[in-house]
Structure formats: structure tokens, C-alpha cells
Nanobody, 122 residues
Framework: QVRLVESGGGLVQAGGSLRVSCLAS????????MGWFRQAPGKEREFVAA????????YYADSVKGRFTISRDNTKNTVDLQMNSLKPEDTAVYYCAAGRYGSTRKDEYDYWGKGTQVTVSS
């Protein structure tokens, strides 16, 4: 069982930066791939970024590539998403997810946090 709690969301102007974090409970955190997804009002939840348990591989949606960076610290049970050059279209609730074989699809993840709101003003 893995419990996930996101933090760090907020309001930022376009072009600004924000860092969201996810704290996981459970001793097996280091064996899970971790992902960030987001959901804007009226839209489906979409993939943003993912990182393998070994940190050897990272994956990004085309819409955030070059602007967002995912990282994890297996000693602290945390996974972060650094978001730079934010755009109004990045406004959404951001969710952290954990899955043994998770990569870019929602159905590959078994555990989800409750999300944190990120709002980018123009």
C-alpha cells in the first residue's frame, strides 16, 4: 500500500515557475515508478511526466518537454515536478501516481494522490 500526498500548488503568472512535490508513505516506495498527471476543468486527466524507480529513465508529454523536470529522492520518499516557463494552459489539478510498471498511461498506476491546484494567470 502506498499513500501519496501532493503539495506546492498555487497561483503563478505566465512565464513563472512552480515546484510541486509528492510525499509517499510505505517502505516500498523505491520499487515504484512514479508519475505526474493533470486534469483541467472539463478535460480528461492527462499524462505529464514519469520517472522509473531506478531514476534511469524519465518521460514527458510533448506539451511540457523542455519546461518541466521530474525528479525523485528514494531516501526521502519524494517525487518532485519542477515547472518552468508556465503557461495558462498548464492550469490544472496535478496528481501524483505510483505504479510498479507505470509509464505514460493512467491505467498503469495503482495509487493516486488527491491532487494540488496549479493556476497560471495570463
Amino acid at each position: 500500500q502506498v499513500r501519496l500526498v501532493e503539495s506546492g500548488g498555487g497561483l503563478v503568472q505566465a512565464g513563472g515557475s512552480l515546484r510541486v512535490s509528492c510525499l509517499a508513505s510505505g517502505r516500498t516506495f523505491s520499487t515504484y515508478n512514479m508519475g505526474w498527471f493533470r486534469q483541467a476543468p472539463g478535460k480528461e486527466r492527462e499524462f505529464v511526466a514519469a520517472i522509473r524507480w531506478s531514476r534511469a529513465n524519465t518521460y514527458y508529454a510533448d506539451s511540457v518537454k523542455g519546461r518541466f523536470t521530474i525528479s525523485r529522492d528514494n531516501t526521502k520518499n519524494t517525487v518532485d515536478l519542477q515547472m518552468n516557463s508556465l503557461k495558462p494552459e498548464d492550469t490544472a489539478v496535478y496528481y501524483c501516481a505510483a505504479g510498479r510498471y507505470g509509464s505514460t498511461r493512467k491505467d498503469e498506476y495503482d495509487y493516486w494522490g488527491k491532487g494540488t491546484q496549479v493556476t497560471v494567470s495570463s
